[in-house]
């Protein structure tokens, strides 16, 4: 099953806040995050391998929720360059097979 | 490091026509190499995963005679979409990981196919 991610699209001022929520169904080895931007393939950004793993670099962190299975990405102060659409990728087994997400579209404007 | 290329980055063909898309590691053996394949404000979905050496593994709805992957070295796995249809039109995007453990995959540019 495909992990839901949510808000599923997101408009923010430069500067803003966001929060982008991945919930899966399954029990999670590791959480990856990706950004997309149009036309292009994903970028990875990074990956969280342990329950209650918090990552981040820049303004941008994640934590990873094992018992409740799931994964937040937060962006602070976002930048027009956060723009994108942002992917969850879950690996339920630990065999590196992915499953991404249902995606979050984000907006930055000026 | 960690580059990944993918040949051609577009491609438009007749339907009925087969087409083959070339995903490269160029600095990184990649013991593991995943197909994705991704239509217009989608999500990307997985189609198989291929191991150097040995039969690619397909997801579920993914006929194996139609999309045919080949994993013949460390550093090249190839996907050919036969007898392609309009339908198959999509983004295919490839990626790999390697020997390191630490499960990060590393995306190609991805390729357009167009089907007319």
């Known amino acids: 099953q495909q992990p839901v991610q949510s808000p599923q699209a997101v408009i923010l001022r430069e500067g803003e806040d966001a929060v982008i929520n991945c919930s899966s169904s399954?029990?999670?080895?590791?959480v990856h995050w990706y950004r997309q931007k149009h036309g292009e393939a994903p970028v990875f950004l990074m990956i969280?391998?342990?329950?209650?793993e918090q990552k981040g670099h820049d303004k941008i962190s994640a934590s990873f929720n094992e018992k409740k299975q799931q994964s937040s990405l937060y962006l602070t102060a976002s930048q027009l360059s956060y723009s994108g659409t942002y992917f969850c990728?879950?690996?339920?087994?630990?065999?590196?097979?992915?499953?991404f997400g249902t995606g979050t579209k984000l907006q930055v404007i000026p | 490091g960690a580059v990944v290329s993918q040949h051609p980055s577009r491609v438009i063909c007749k339907s009925g026509t087969s087409v083959k898309i070339e995903c490269r590691s160029l600095?990184?053996?990649?013991?593991?190499m995943f197909w994705y394949r991704q239509f217009p404000k989608k999500s990307l979905m997985l189609m198989a995963t291929?191991?150097?050496?040995?039969?690619?593994?397909?997801e579920q709805g993914v006929e194996k005679d139609k999309f045919l992957i080949n994993h013949a070295s460390l550093t090249l796995s190839t996907l050919t979409v036969t007898s392609a249809h309009p339908e198959d039109s999509s983004f295919y995007i490839c990626?790999?990981?390697?020997?390191?453990?630490?499960?990060?995959?590393?995306f190609g540019p991805g390729t357009r196919l167009t089907v007319l």
């Open positions: 990626s790999a990981s390697g020997t390191s453990g630490n499960n990060e995959q590393f």
């Open positions: 399954k029990a999670l080895y590791s």
């Open positions: 990728g879950t690996d339920s087994g630990g065999y590196q097979k992915v499953t």
């Open positions: 291929s191991n150097e050496g040995s039969k690619a593994t397909y």
């Open positions: 969280l391998l342990k329950g209650g």
């Open positions: 600095d990184f053996q990649a013991t593991t």
